[in-house]
Every structure is written in structure tokens, then in C-alpha cells.
């Protein structure tokens, strides 16, 4: 059988069950599961449940309950001025001061547990014998015991917030250094491919440069036959002409590549450097 528990005092959740769980055994109780609802009522132990139903309310004695009604009566002895009253009030006193910080008796709550049980098999108070129920079994087996109170600490939250702060400081320089060695990476990419860039250039003025017509003339006094150059040989129009270009991509290819260069590195370090 399955015990629904839901505790509303500082009893232990393993005690109630365990308590609960062998008076269903013994009044042969034999549901697939129970309702219970364990609560606090003053100083006694009482309880109530659905006729015929499945759930039960136990209420248990409320350990703080005494001390607080001692704190009340001594209010009020302050402020009473008759004799006669203040007796009966120190009186009074005294004898919650016996019963502070008891706690339910395992033996009344076992009889009122019983008494509840029958509620649920569907007997009402006129059809129940009087309540003789045997709760001798009941011993240093079946403790209502409290729930240990774990003292609070008291938090740091300067230092919590401190230490906080410090991880963060770590996990961004970290970053940092990440992003730093990236960024050396491809710097130096960047240096190798402009070197590659310009020797294709210097190739390229390299090729336009051998592919012009080299001016030889002939500077034998003696000429040719039919007065004229050898036709593999450039003439003189063709070599200014070859001389004026050569000079026009030497001061073209010089004066393009150095500019290039600087205006490249000047844009990578104003714009695309952090």
C-alpha cells in the first residue's frame, strides 16, 4: 500500500509513514493507496477523515505550542492587578511549563489512527465500540522523533561576488590570449600571401617586359642586300617604341607595387585590426 504523505509539521516524514503503514496492517486495511495529511493542532492530537473515502487528516501536538502559551499567560499576568487572578494565572503558568517541548505521544496518535481507519472502512462514531483499540504494541520501535534543523550560514556575498568576478576576469583573459594567438596566425598569413602577391606582379612585368621586341641593330658598315634590316631584327621605330614602353612598366610596376604595399598594410591596421 502506498502512503500519499504530505507533512505540514516538523515531525519526520519516515516516522509518520512507518507508524501509519503498521496500524493499516494491523486493523487490516489493504487499499492500493491512502491520503495523509499530517498537520498541527494546538497542544493535542486529534484527527478527522472522509467516510468511505481514502483520506485522512492526523493532527499532532505542536512542540512549541506550550511555550508560546506561557509567553501569552505571562502578558497577561503583567497587566492583571487582582491577587486572586494572578495565583491562578502563576498557577497556570507552572503547569504549561511541565508540558513544554513535549511532543505527541506515539501510543495516542497509534489510537487515533485506528480511530480514523474506521472512518474510511465507512463507520460513523454511533456505528464504532468504544475507542479500546490495543496500541501495546507500540514501543521504542515507532519514535515520533523531530527533523534535525540544519543551522543556516550565514553567506558572503561580497566574497561570493568577488570570487565571481575573478572567474570571469580569468575566462576573458584566456579568451583574450585565444584571440591574440589567432590573430598572430593570420597576420602572418597575410605576410606570406603579399610576398606571393608582389612576385606575381614582378612575373607578370617579367613576361610583358621579355615578350617586347629587343632593339638590335646591325652595326656592320655593310648593309644587307636590297638596302634593308634583317626582318627578325626590330627596326629603328619599333626599338623607341619597345624603349618607351619598358621605361613606362618600370616606373609603372615600382611605383604600384611599393603604394600597394603601404596602402595595404595602412588599411589592415587602421580597419581591420581590433
Same mark, same amino acid.
Given at each position: 500500500?502506498?502512503?500519499?504523505?504530505?507533512?505540514?509539521?516538523?515531525?519526520?516524514?519516515?516516522d509518520i509513514k512507518k507508524l501509519f503503514k503498521e496500524c493499516c496492517k494491523r486493523d487490516g486495511i489493504d487499499r492500493q493507496w491512502i491520503k495523509l495529511v499530517a498537520q498541527y493542532q494546538k497542544g493535542w492530537v486529534g484527527g478527522y477523515a472522509i467516510?468511505?473515502?481514502?483520506?485522512?487528516?492526523?493532527?499532532?501536538?505542536?512542540?512549541?505550542?506550550?511555550?508560546?502559551?506561557?509567553?501569552?499567560?505571562?502578558?497577561?499576568?503583567?497587566?492583571?492587578?487582582?491577587?486572586?487572578?494572578?495565583?491562578?494565572?502563576?498557577?497556570?503558568?507552572?503547569?504549561?511549563?511541565?508540558?513544554?517541548?513535549?511532543?505527541?505521544?506515539?501510543?495516542?496518535?497509534?489510537?487515533?489512527?485506528?480511530?480514523?481507519?474506521?472512518?474510511?472502512?465507512?463507520?460513523?462514531?454511533?456505528?464504532?465500540?468504544?475507542? *479500546?483499540?490495543?496500541?501495546?504494541?507500540?514501543?521504542?520501535?515507532?519514535?515520533?522523533?523531530?527533523?534535525?534543523?540544519?543551522?543556516?550560514?550565514?553567506?558572503?556575498?561580497?566574497?561570493?561576488?568577488?570570487?565571481?568576478?575573478?572567474?570571469?576576469?580569468?575566462?576573458?583573459?584566456?579568451?583574450?590570449?585565444?584571440?591574440?594567438?589567432?590573430?598572430?596566425?593570420?597576420?602572418?598569413?597575410?605576410?606570406?600571401?603579399?610576398?606571393?602577391?608582389?612576385?606575381?606582379?614582378?612575373?607578370?612585368?617579367?613576361?610583358?617586359?621579355?615578350?617586347?621586341?629587343?632593339?638590335?641593330?646591325?652595326?656592320?658598315?655593310?648593309?644587307?642586300? *636590297?638596302?634593308?634590316?634583317?626582318?627578325?631584327?626590330?627596326?629603328? *621605330?619599333?626599338?623607341?617604341?619597345?624603349?618607351?614602353?619598358?621605361?613606362?612598366?618600370?616606373?609603372?610596376?615600382?611605383?604600384?607595387?611599393?603604394?600597394?604595399?603601404?596602402?595595404?598594410?595602412?588599411?589592415?591596421?587602421?580597419?581591420?585590426?581590433?
Amino acid at each position: 500500500m502506498k502512503i500519499l504523505l504530505e507533512n505540514k509539521t516538523t515531525y519526520r516524514n519516515s516516522d509518520i509513514k512507518k507508524l501509519f503503514k503498521e496500524c493499516c496492517k494491523r486493523d487490516g486495511i489493504d487499499r492500493q493507496w491512502i491520503k495523509l495529511v499530517a498537520q498541527y493542532q494546538k497542544g493535542w492530537v486529534g484527527g478527522y477523515a472522509i467516510i468511505g473515502g481514502s483520506k485522512v487528516w492526523l493532527n499532532l501536538r505542536n512542540p512549541n505550542f506550550f511555550s508560546n502559551e506561557v509567553k501569552r499567560y505571562e502578558v497577561y499576568l503583567e497587566k492583571n492587578k487582582d491577587q486572586a487572578t494572578r495565583d491562578g494565572i502563576s498557577k497556570k503558568i507552572e503547569e504549561l511549563k511541565t508540558k513544554e517541548g513535549e511532543l505527541s505521544s506515539p501510543q495516542k496518535v497509534a489510537g487515533t489512527i485506528f480511530h480514523e481507519l474506521q472512518h474510511l472502512k465507512g463507520l460513523r462514531h454511533k456505528d464504532m465500540e468504544k475507542d *479500546n483499540f490495543d496500541v501495546s504494541w507500540v514501543d521504542e520501535k515507532y519514535p515520533l522523533r523531530l527533523k534535525e534543523v540544519k543551522p543556516k550560514i550565514k553567506r558572503n556575498f561580497i566574497q561570493e561576488r568577488y570570487e565571481k568576478a575573478k572567474r570571469h576576469v580569468k575566462e576573458k583573459e584566456s579568451l583574450i590570449n585565444r584571440q591574440q594567438k589567432l590573430l598572430k596566425k593570420w597576420r602572418s598569413k597575410v605576410k606570406y600571401y603579399e610576398k606571393k602577391v608582389g612576385g606575381l606582379v614582378f612575373l607578370l612585368f617579367l613576361y610583358f617586359y621579355i615578350k617586347l621586341p629587343y632593339p638590335v641593330l646591325d652595326r656592320t658598315k655593310t648593309k644587307p642586300p *636590297n638596302n634593308q634590316y634583317n626582318t627578325n631584327r626590330a627596326t629603328p *621605330n619599333e626599338t623607341k617604341i619597345s624603349n618607351i614602353i619598358r621605361a613606362i612598366l618600370i616606373h609603372f610596376f615600382i611605383f604600384n607595387f611599393f603604394l600597394s604595399i603601404i596602402l595595404f598594410n595602412k588599411l589592415f591596421y587602421i580597419y581591420l585590426l581590433p
